[in-house]
T-cell receptor, first 118, second 117 residues
Framework: DADVTQTPRNRITKTGKRIMLECSQTKGHDRMYWYRQDPGLGLRLIYYSFDVKDINKGEISDGYSVSRQAQAKFSLSLESAIPNQTALYFC?????????????????FGPGTRLTVL | AQSVTQLDSQVPVFEEAPVELRCNYSSSVSVYLFWYVQYPNQGLQLLLKYLSGSTLVKGINGFEAEFNKSQTSFHLRKPSVHISDTAEYFCAVSAPGGGTSYGKLTFGQGTILTVHP
């Protein structure tokens, strides 16, 4: 079984609809992230959460909201979808930092959700 | 703040030829550097990372990268590519140290490597 799962994998919706993308992880990681990928732009961070009570905006949070329901679940919502939110969305997780400033914990990515807003 | 520029959006190459994917970064502080690979219809997978120490780092699948601080570059290389290396490759940077910025990745635009038979 995959460690980081995303549902749905593909979704087509209409402008103005509310939609939720879900991410679950079995890695036991504290930190979770939502990115969107657009051709030629790479991945851009939407929101990130360092634990259940710590949620932060990324570089492109406008038009999105998130919910960290539990350590293992992090959902991304589009309250009123618009066509320029058509993209590939990735969830990622990483462990709590254990060491000092020179430590690093790898981010593990889910398989992605392809969202199309008509 | 950090930024990453991947200098080539697409790199076509023949099988068994060498390849270099270029990445330059900008940062006012020291950084950690990464290369991720995304195979078709899959999520991202870490290829290799530079945190400190030797500037030449080796990763999975025969890839390696060299950190050049003076040129602020972290180019990815493979001496002989295979068809299975066809994928999109992303360079990324993260700031070390504490604080809320720790652990966040800033990605480049991606380079699509296509290996032809």
């Amino acid at each position: 079984d995959a460690d980081v799962t995303q549902t749905p994998r593909n979704r087509i919706t209409k402008t103005g609809k509310r939609i939720m993308l879900e991410c679950s992880q079995t890695k036991g990681h504290d930190r979770m992230y939502w990115y969107r990928q657009d051709p030629g732009l790479g991945l851009r961070l939407i929101y990130y959460s360092f634990d259940v009570k710590d949620i932060n905006k990324g570089e492109i949070s406008d038009g999105y909201s998130v919910s960290r329901q539990a350590q293992a679940k992090f959902s991304l919502s589009l309250e009123s979808a618009i066509p320029n939110q058509t993209a590939l969305y990735f969830c990622a997780t990483s462990d709590r930092l254990a060491g000092g400033p020179s430590s690093y914990n790898e981010q593990f990515f889910g398989p992605g959700t392809r969202l199309t807003v008509l | 703040a950090q930024s990453v520029t991947q200098l080539d959006s697409q790199v076509p190459v023949f099988e068994e030829a060498p390849v270099e994917l270029r990445c330059n970064y900008s940062s006012s502080v020291s950084v950690y550097l990464f290369w991720y690979v995304q195979y078709p219809n899959q999520g991202l997978q870490l290829l290799l990372k530079y945190l400190s120490g030797s500037t030449l780092v080796k990763g999975i699948n025969g890839f390696e990268a060299e950190f050049n601080k003076s040129q602020t570059s972290f180019h990815l290389r493979k001496p002989s590519v295979h068809i299975s290396d066809t994928a999109e490759y992303f360079c990324a940077v993260s700031a070390p140290g504490g604080g809320t910025s720790y652990g966040k990745l800033t990605f480049g635009q991606g380079t699509i490597l296509t290996v032809h038979p």
